[in-house]
């Protein structure tokens, strides 16, 4: 099990899980309400360089897509294998097994951008309101 207090998240339901000095990135349960069954990802591949707020994939559910926007950036050090045969581990098992990417961040500034579970929580609750 996941402590979600080890978890940094962004405004647009990313996670940052800080492991040494490498983060691996996931979107967090939110996925779950707007974009049930999801049937598809897009992700970057090894060696790309993602920019903080910038896109860097997409996910599918059936006639909908969400957009995936960088919380910090860094260079592409490994991509969740599994996501190609198994897109739905995303919404399953999100803090898991359906991460999508392991970076090496370029700044370690861009992480205090970034919300804590307490604060992540009352975000989700002001833009259900």
Request: aromatic share 8%; glycine share 8%.
């Amino acid at each position: 099990m996941v402590d979600l207090d080890d978890l940094l998240f962004s405004e647009d339901h990313i996670w940052v899980r800080l492991e040494g000095k490498n983060a691996r990135i996931g979107v967090s349960n939110f996925i779950k309400k707007g974009f049930p069954g999801i049937t598809a990802v897009d992700l970057p591949v090894k060696g790309d360089e993602l920019e903080k707020d910038a896109p860097f994939g997409e996910i599918e559910a059936f006639e909908k897509a969400f957009d995936l926007i960088a919380p910090i950036s860094g260079a592409v050090l490994e991509v969740n294998p599994n996501l190609e045969d198994e897109p739905g581990l995303i919404s399953d098992d999100p803090y898991q097994e359906g991460w999508l990417v392991l970076i090496s961040p370029t700044d370690a500034n861009e992480l205090q951008s970034l919300l804590d579970y307490g604060e992540y929580q009352e975000e989700i609750t002001e833009e259900e309101e």
